[in-house]
């Protein structure tokens, strides 16, 4: 191998460099937050009738995170996670989402909550707790966002088991789905060139 060669198992960006979104970056990004926008809608129709199981819905609140996380970590360029949510979140508004366009507002606070963790490691630490806890912080961006928006006479304590059920569902799902959605996608052939 040259000491030219950049792929990416061989090469450390600079920070100039990993802030430059290639046209791939884009694709992926693009296409996983159409994906997710097909999913978001169906997961809503789904969602209620799934409001039979009460607080407990919310351990499966980690589908409408899971985009924002999935795409950083595959991209890691600076805005992948908030690109990706809004795409997702834009998509299913279009679809019908049963939250209308309030789900751009939701999307852009999921996207951005995580977007500010993976800033603050200079988008170069890609473990699970980072992950982890990106995911924790776009929970609790859509935790804030439901009780102000959707829930603002719930009772504090309904909100608190609400709120807790959102994070271990962004905690446990989202970074082992993430790592292995992105296997999964790498075994295709479909992240060549990507840092995973």
């Known amino acids: 191998m040259s000491t030219t060669d950049t792929r990416w198992s061989e090469h450390t960006p600079s920070p100039f460099e990993a802030s430059r979104w290639r046209t791939r970056d884009i694709t992926v990004a ?3 937050g159409v994906v ?3 999913v978001f809608w169906g997961f809503g129709v789904a969602w209620k009738g799934l409001e039979v199981l009460g607080p407990a819905i919310n351990l499966l609140y980690g589908v409408w995170l899971l985009p924002a996380v999935l795409a950083a970590y595959i991209v890691r360029r600076p805005g992948a996670a908030l690109f990706t949510e809004m ?3 834009a998509l299913s508004a279009l679809l ?3 939250w209308g366009p309030d789900v751009l507002l939701s999307g852009f606070l999921q996207g951005a909550a995580a977007e500010l963790v993976f800033a603050f490691t200079l988008y170069r630490a890609w473990s699970l707790p980072v992950l982890a806890v990106a995911s924790l912080a776009s929970a ?3 935790w804030i966002h439901d009780w102000v928006v959707w829930f603002p006479t719930a009772a504090f304590e309904a909100m608190v088991v609400v709120g807790l ?3 271990a ?3 446990v799902v989202i970074p082992a789905a993430s790592t292995l959605l992105t296997r999964a996608l790498r075994r295709a052939g479909v992240l060549e060139g990507f840092p995973v």
Do not use: D, E, P, T
């Open 30 to 32: 693009a296409v996983l």
């Open 36 to 38: 997710f926008g097909v």
């Open 87 to 89: 795409v997702a979140a």
């Open 96 to 98: 019908g989402s049963q």
């Open 140 to 142: 609790a961006a859509a």
């Open 165 to 167: 059920l959102m994070g």
């Open 169 to 171: 569902s962004a905690v």
